[in-house]
C-alpha cells in the first residue's frame, strides 16, 4: 500500500512539473543557464492531491538575474521582497495566468534575540532546503528535469501525517519561534501530528515567542483560526504553552470543577461553539472565505466567565455579565495582538450581544425588542445569528430544539418586520434638517436629543409617517419645554 502510495505521490509531482506555467518558466531559467527548483507548499500539496496556487521557486540566480529572466515572459512583475532575494511576477501561458515566486537559495543566520535573520544568500538548493521549518515543506522538485530533492525525509513524513523539523528542533525554534506558532497551525491544516520530540521543543521553548513580533504572531493567528478545523491547532496551543502567550484568556476558561459544584469546562464548550460556527458558516454561506471575525468571536465569547464565576447557595454557578466583561477583554487581548479597529469593534459587538437573545425563550419579544435587536446589532446581524445557534451545545435535545426553534422564530419575524419596514436602515421618519425646520433650532445637542428619541419613538412603534411624526416631535418638545420650564423654540427661529 505504501509502494502504491509513493507511486501516486510521484505521479503528481510529474504533472506538476508539466503544467504550462511550471514549464515555461522553467525554460526560461534553463535557457539562462541557472537552476530552478519548485519548493515548500507547491510540492507539498502535490504530492497531498491538493490544488496548488501561487507557485513558489528558488534558484542560484542573484535577485537581479531572476529579474532578467522573468521579466520577458510575465505580465506584471514586483520586487518588494528583493532585500530578501525574492522577486515575483505573473506569467501567462494561454489562457493560464498564476502567481510566481522566485527566490535565491538562502543561508540565513539568526543572532537568538530577534526573530529577523541576518540575510546571506546561499550555493545549494540542499543547504536552502536545510534551514526550513519542516519536513514536509523542505522538498524541492527540480524542473525541467524533475527530480524530487528530498533530504530529510519529508515525503515518507507527508504520507504518514507527521511534523518534524528537518534539524534538531531545539536548534530550529531557536532560529524562528514563530515555527512553534507554524507547527500548530500545519497541524490544523493538514491534520497532521506533531512528531513527539518537535512537540516537547514547543512546550521547553514556548517562552521564546515572546521575542516575535505581535503583527507575526497575529498572522499565524488567522492562519489557523481560518483552516477548516482549528481545534487540534488550539489545542496544540494551550497543552504547549503557547496560548498562555498568545491568547492566555483560553487556558483560563478550563475551570476547575469540584465534586460539590458541577458545570461545564468552558474552555470545551468554547471549542464546540467555533466548530459549530465553522459549520454553520459552511451551511448558510457554502463557499465562502472563512469568516475571521466570526470565528475570533466564536472561541473569545465567553473569557468573561472566570472573572465574574460565582458559587451561589444551593451549589449553582453564575457568571453574571460575563458578555460584558468579555467583550472588554477580548478588545484588550486583540489591541494587544495589534488587530484593526473595525476587527476589534466588531469582535467586541457579537461578545456583548451574544446573550441577548436567551430571553427571547423566556417571553416572545415585542416588535420593538426585536427592531432594537437588530438595531443593536448593526452590521453584525447575521453573525450574530450565527453565534447565537453555536452557542448551543446542551446534550439535552429537547432543550436544544426549543431554542432552535425559538432563534427561527426570531429570524423569521426579523425577516418579516425588514420586509415591511426597511428594518435594516432602521432611522427616525425625519431627518435632522427636518427636525431643525420643525423645532426651529440651529445643529447642537439639541437637535441630536430630538432625533435620538424619534428613534425610540420608531424602534418601539414602526414606521409612522412624516406627519405623525412631526405632530408628536411637536408635543414632546412642548413637554420636554414645560418639564425644564424654558420655553420651545430653541433660539426662536422658524
Known sequence: MQEV?????????????????????????????????????PVRDAILGRSVHDLDFTTDARPDQILAVLEPI????????REFGTIGARVRVGDLVDTVEVTTYRADSYDGVTRKPVVAFGDSLKGDLRRRDF???????????????????????LLAGVLRT????????????????RAVRFA???????????????????????????????????????????????????????????????????????????????????????????????????GAEPDLVLRL???????????????????AVTFYHHDVVGAKLAKKRLLALK???????????????HLRFFGYTDAVWSDSAVRRYVRDAGDELERLHILVRADVTTRNRRKAD?????????????????????????RPDLDGNRIQEVLGLRPGREVGEAYRWLLELRLDEGPLGEEEAERRLRAWWAERAARSDVPSGGDGQG
Request: hydrophobic share 45%.
Open 5 to 41: 502510495r509513493m507511486a501516486d505521490a510521484l505521479g503528481r509531482v510529474q504533472a506538476l512539473a508539466e503544467s504550462p506555467i511550471v514549464a515555461r518558466v522553467a525554460a526560461a531559467f534553463a535557457e539562462a543557464g541557472h537552476e530552478l527548483a519548485l519548493v515548500g507548499g
Open 74 to 81: 510575465s505580465a506584471a512583475h514586483w520586487d518588494i521582497g
Open 135 to 157: 519536513t514536509v515543506n523542505a522538498m524541492a522538485l527540480r524542473v525541467p528535469e524533475v527530480e524530487l530533492v528530498d533530504p530529510a525525509g519529508g515525503i515518507e513524513d
Open 166 to 181: 528537518p534539524v534538531e528542533p531545539e536548534h530550529s525554534f531557536g532560529d524562528d519561534p514563530l515555527r512553534m506558532m
Open 188 to 286: 490544523s491544516q493538514l491534520g497532521f501530528e506533531v512528531e513527539g520530540a518537535t512537540l516537547d521543543a514547543i512546550a521547553e521553548r514556548a517562552g521564546s515567542l515572546e521575542i516575535v513580533s505581535a503583527e507575526r504572531v497575529q498572522d499565524e493567528l488567522n492562519k489557523l483560526l481560518r483552516t477548516d478545523s482549528p481545534r487540534r491547532g488550539l489545542r496544540l496551543m494551550v497543552d504547549t504553552g503557547l496560548a498562555a502567550l498568545v491568547l492566555p484568556e483560553i487556558p483560563a476558561l478550563r475551570l476547575e470543577v469540584d465534586e460539590h459544584h458541577h458545570h461545564k469546562d468552558v474552555y470545551e464548550h468554547s471549542l464546540t461553539v467555533l466548530d459549530q460556527a465553522i459549520d454553520y458558516e459552511h451551511s448558510r454561506h457554502p
Open 297 to 315: 468571536a466564536a472561541l473569545l465569547h465567553d473569557i468573561g466567565k472566570p472573572a465574574t464565576r460565582r458559587l451561589e447557595p444551593g451549589g
Open 339 to 353: 488587530y484593526d479597529r473595525q476587527t476589534i469593534a466588531s469582535v467586541y459587538r457579537l461578545i456583548e450581544l
Open 402 to 426: 426549543r431554542l432552535g426553534f425559538a432563534y427561527d422564530d426570531l429570524e423569521h419575524r426579523i425577516a418579516v418586520l425588514a420586509e415591511e419596514e426597511e428594518l435594516n436602515a432602521v
